[in-house]
Nanobody, 117 residues
Framework: QVQLVESGGGLVQPGGSLRLSCVAS????????MGWYRQAPGNQRELVAG???????NTSDPVKGRFTISRDNAKNTVYLQMNSLKPEDTAVYYC???????????WGQGTQVTVSS
């Protein structure tokens, strides 16, 4: 059974930083594509950043230059380093895993990020 456990969310002031972590279990992490998504109240869930099994990265325009996704296959973990946070970054952030074989998608439970003074 695939499980994704996120951590690292919280309340931060504008301009601050947070690092989200997502630990995966139950599947071969190194072959999976990983992504971070977010959903603000009243909005659809949107892609923040993704990283392929080969390390290719794509980052959405609203966070480009501020957020960085990375992965540590030895720890079955994907990270999202968030710098220069803005109030509009406030959302629940979700980790997604997509398997190489079959393309099955799995989601974490989400972690709240609130940017406010």
């Amino acid at each position: 059974q695939v499980q994704l456990v996120e951590s690292g969310g919280g309340l931060v002031q504008p301009g601050g930083s947070l690092r989200l972590s997502c630990v995966a279990s139950g599947t071969r992490f190194s072959t999976a594509a990983m992504g971070w998504y977010r959903q603000a109240p009243g909005n659809q869930r949107e892609l923040v950043a993704g990283i392929s099994r080969g390390g290719n990265i794509n980052t959405s325009d609203p966070v480009k230059g501020r957020f960085t996704i990375s992965r540590d296959n030895a720890k079955n973990t994907v990270y999202l380093q968030m710098n220069s946070l803005k109030p509009e970054d406030t959302a629940v952030y979700y980790c997604q895993l997509r398997t190489y074989y079959g393309g099955y998608e799995y989601w974490g439970q989400g972690t709240q990020v609130t940017v406010s003074s």
